[in-house]
C-alpha cells in the first residue's frame, strides 16, 4: 500500500495546488518522483519469508531487481469548491455516469487505460498517467474496479444496481480465468430501490444456423433496456448486449466451434433470469458444415443475496464535505510485482 497511501496524502493537498487537470497532473507528476528513491530502498530491503521454496526465492529476486509496480486509480470529491478530480495509470476500470445513464467516454479518453502504464518503485510513472477535472453537477456516481471484475465491462450504458453488483461478482469469480478483484462504488445521491422481483427469462428463444453466421431469437420482456447475451464453451466465456429481440454473430467471430448461448433481459439495472441454453455445434471445414442446435434448461445460479463487505467489496456513500477516494490494485512492496 506504500504508493496508495502516498497518493491518497496527495490527492487530499491537491485541492489547494491544482484547479485544472493540467496542474494536477504537474502536480502529482513531482510527487510520483519525489518518493521512486524512498520505494526502491523499501524493495530492496524487503526480506523474503526463509521457508520458500528455492525456485520461488530466485524468481523473486529476479523481480526485486525490476522493481514492484502498480496501476492505480484515485480521485478527491469536494463538495465545498464543487468539483471532482481524478488521476489513473493503466488498465483498472473507471466509469462515470451522470442524470441515470454513463458519460465515461464524455469524459474520459478511450485510449487512456493502457496495459503498459503503470508506476513503478524503480522508474516512477511508466508511460504516462492521466488527470481529469469535472463539475460535480455532472456526475452523480462513479466505479473503478481492477481487470479481475472485467466482466462488468460488457454491462455498458447501463447502471447496475447493487444486486447487479452482487450478482456479476459471483459469476466473475466462477470464471476459469478468475483474478482478484478490487472495486468501489461511489454515489452522490440516492440510490434506487431493487425491484421486488427479478424479470423473467425471455420466452421462446431459438438458434438457427446458416451457411455464415448464427442468429438468436425470442420473445421481448416488457419494460426491457438491453438484453444480455451470453456464449460459453472450452474456451472460456463472451457477453454482447442488445437493445432488440434478435441478435447475429458471422461464425468468424465465435471463439470455438460448439458452445452455448443464453439470453437474459436487463430492467431498471438489474439482470433478469437466464434463458434455457441454446446449444450448438459446427462440424466439417470449408463451405460444408453439420449444422445442429438444441436447448437444455440452464442449471439456476446460486449467488448471495446481500454481499457483506469481504475485501472484494466496497461501498462509499457521502456524507463528509470533501471525501477523498483511492483505489489501488496490484501488490506493491510485499509481492515484489507480477
Known sequence: MFLGNYLLGWLADAGKKAATAEDLQVYLASKFTGVVAESQKRVSEYILPENLAPIVAQVLEKKRAMGSESTFIGGRIDFKEGNL?????????????????????TYLPKDSFRTMERWSTHKGVVGRF??????????????????????????????????????LMHEATQEPSSDDISFMEVV?????????????????????????????????????????????????????????DSWRLPFSL?????????????????????????????????ATHSLQASETPAPMEQFPEQVVSNGHRLEARLVALAVVLGVITGLICSALLR
Open 130 to 167: 492521466h488527470t481529469c477535472v469535472l463539475p460535480l453537477r455532472v456526475i452523480d456516481r462513479i466505479l473503478a474496479y481492477s481487470d479481475g471484475f472485467s466482466r462488468l465491462d460488457a454491462i455498458s450504458h447501463l447502471m447496475p444496481q447493487d444486486s447487479a453488483i452482487d450478482m
Open 85 to 105: 478530480k481524478l488521476a489513473w495509470g493503466g488498465d483498472s476500470r473507471l466509469r462515470l455516469w451522470g442524470k441515470g445513464n454513463e458519460v465515461t467516454d
Open 254 to 286: 465465435l471463439p470455438g466451434l460448439a458452445g452455448a448461448f443464453r439470453i437474459r433481459p436487463w430492467v431498471s439495472g438489474e439482470p433478469g433470469e437466464w434463458s434455457p441454453q441454446l446449444n450448438f455445434s459446427l462440424a466439417g471445414q470449408g
Open 188 to 244: 452522490m445521491n440516492s440510490v434506487p430501490k431493487p425491484r421486488a422481483q427479478r424479470a423473467s427469462a425471455p420466452s421462446q428463444p431459438l438458434l438457427h444456423l446458416d451457411s455464415n453466421e448464427i442468429a438468436l431469437g425470442w420473445q421481448g420482456v416488457p419494460g426491457c433496456e438491453h438484453y444480455e447475451i451470453e456464449y460459453s464453451s472450452e474456451n472460456g466465456r463472451r457477453h454482447w448486449l442488445t437493445k432488440t
